[in-house]
């Protein structure tokens, strides 16, 4: 924790040493914090500016992937990839100066400790020296025995802290939370009733917490009007940043009221610089934007362009599908309109519905084919070796008869395969006489041969 709050220590005592007034330490710490963090600042309202110009592509891809949460995120951390957008640039900044109040509050609430370097035992040895006895809230007893120090008891206090630790006397010095009359290191009382007397000192630490509250509203209305684009992307968006606005324009002054009422007076002198350099901040940073507002409000133009041309096919297309489906209904008027389904003639008569029931198994269903349909019987029973027997022989029985048929239908096949072989065998012996000459017939040849050579032999 020491380590953290250094940095600031160091800077808060050198502006204290510089001009030896806990306000302006105070006033010139905050300037500095507020000038290092600017660029900062600038950078998360272009963050900002850039979000909104993208913010109709959003749009399309939420409405792409309404039913898919996981591949809508995934689409939408790609665009934020591609156009080089973090989405949390443009409210990270805005906590920075919480988490300086939250240092600086500590460094206030005990001066001895960071402030002057003292340690838990000298700081014991201080209250010891000084008859410290807390009169106010116990968590600011440093920073009330710290503005006990003055001139009178600086070295006694000093030897005090050398009597713990040699050298930690000299870190000790007596701090002037006097600024402008009033004593920084108190806390304004918000209960009037309980206070004797109406004096500067107590008027003034009243004050304070209003005017940070003040300052506090209007650094809200100018972060409106500089933020003016930002509530014109859409209906929607309009009224969601409305609320924001609205919501923002209560708590922010009543933080900055809280703050003043609960904490020492030098708080809440910080934190009403604060407010005041951030009304600044914010009217340098609208002018310094103006381009890149003007470019965002250009792409939102284009945006709205766009949905508007969008909405205006949307509506034509119905107007078509409208004028479509009333030119044929014209068409068709007069004609004969089909039967719905619930009054089509049911083609299933009632001999269907008993016996064979030929619509639901089949016309060739037969439930004797394979012996009949074996009956139930519990796994858990006893067998019945007797009816098992008789279930065989019949199914054997009915395999027999099978058989017979079916030779039967053969045994007809056969015969009249035998006739047509018994009808062809004729033909053929008919076909062997006619190709083999008879012997009888070729001697008769050549006797007729012989009487003729006779014949010519006489003549």
Known sequence: MQIIMTPFSWLLLAFYNLFDNYGIALILFAIVVKLILFPFSLKGKRGTIQMNMIQGKVQQIQKQYANNREKMNEEIQKLYAKENVNPMSGCLWSFIPLLILWPLYAIIRRPFYYMMGQTTESIQAITDALNFVPTGNAAYSELEMASWINADNLQAVQDAANSITAGLGDKIFSINFDFLGLDLSKIA?????????????????????????????????????????????NNQANNQVNKQMRTMMIISPLISLWIGFMYPAGLCVYWIINNLLSIIQEIV??????????????????????????E?????????????????????????????????????????????????????????????????QDPGAPIDEEAVEQALAAKGKLAEEASKEELT??????????????????????????EEPDEDESEEDENTEDEDEQSGEEA
């Open 189 to 233: 009382q918000w209960k009037f009733w309980e206070v004797g007397s109406f004096s500067w000192d107590y008027i003034g630490l009243v004050l304070l917490p209003i005017i940070s509250a003040g300052l506090g509203l209007v650094m809200t209305i100018v972060s409106q009007k500089t933020n003016a684009m930002n509530n014109q992307t």
């Open 312 to 376: 205006k096919r949307k509506k034509r297309e119905a107007a078509e599908r409208r004028a479509k489906a009333a030119e044929e209904a014209k068409n068709n008027k007069g004609k004969k309109k089909p039967a719905p389904k619930s009054e089509k003639k049911n083609r299933t008569t009632d001999a269907g519905r008993i016996g064979m029931r030929p619509y639901a198994r089949g016309r060739c269903y037969d439930p004797e084919r394979y012996g009949g349909v074996t009956p139930y």
């Open 285 to 310: 940073s609208g002018k310094m934007l103006k381009k890149d507002y003007e470019r965002a409000a250009a792409a939102r133009a284009e945006q709205e362009r766009l949905e508007k041309e969008e």
């Open 409 to 434: 239908a053969e045994a007809p096949e056969l015969a009249e395969e035998t006739v047509t072989e018994t009808a062809e065998t004729p033909e053929a012996e008919e076909e062997t006489e006619a």
